[in-house]
């Protein structure tokens, strides 16, 4: 898939996902962008609407595994038209903004996590007997807007070997204690795919599998 990432006269982001079937054009806003990067959990299973393709709004699902793209005036039952992309795409997204100098810049960076022994300890026996996690990793991760920025624990896991949902649900459910919406969740977000863990995370993150 080709990604491209245009600066428009308003200030919005025209970005156009090309296959060799099919072209979308997504228009996203600074907001939008900065929703997709801050949101807890539309990137592991949830749902988002964030910019809008020919006047419609575009919502942003999630298996945990990979974006899909589902454009109409409903996020599912009245939907026109649906594209399936990798989580990269939506990284290159991202980066394509950057370079475009979005004004209201946002940036992500991992760091070592807090010492807590007791958390780690919990984790690792938390995950131990999900089948097919190849790699898990605790991490602190850092995003920064001109107005301020935000420090969260999260997990970066390497699960799965296929592109089903339930490849990855045991992770999913082994984790949900640790994770949002309970408000004194130690976590605040859980990324997993079949990709391995990204060398920025795992030099950064304590391992937990």
């Known amino acids: 898939m080709d990604v491209s990432v245009q600066r428009e006269a308003d200030g919005r982001f025209l970005v156009k996902l090309a296959t060799d079937e ?15 990067v801050g949101s807890a959990h539309w990137s592991e299973r949830g749902i988002m609407r964030a910019g809008e393709s020919a006047g419609a709004p575009v919502y942003w699902a999630s298996d945990g595994n990979q974006a899909r793209l589902l454009i109409g005036r409903d996020d599912f039952e009245t939907r026109d038209v649906a594209i399936t992309v990798p989580f990269r795409v939506v990284d ?4 394509g903004t950057l370079a475009s100098e979005v004004s209201a810049t946002f940036a992500k960076s991992y760091e070592s996590p807090p010492p807590d022994d007791d958390l780690v300890r919990t984790l690792r026996a938390a995950v131990a007997s ?13 995003t920064e807007w001109p107005e301020g920025e935000k420090l969260e624990l999260g997990v970066v896991a390497h699960a799965g070997g ?28 859980v990324a997993y795919s079949n990709s391995r863990v990204p060398d920025e995370v795992r030099g950064a993150g304590i391992r937990l599998a």
């Open 22 to 36: 099919r072209e979308v054009d997504v228009r996203l806003s600074a907001a939008d962008l900065r929703a997709l």
């Open 92 to 95: 290159e997204i991202v980066r």
């Open 130 to 142: 999900v089948p097919d996690l190849h790699e898990a990793y605790l991490v602190a991760r850092r």
């Open 162 to 189: 296929g592109w089903r949902p339930r490849r990855s649900e045991a992770l999913r459910v082994a984790l949900a204690p640790f994770s949002p919406p309970s408000e004194t969740a130690p976590l605040g977000w």
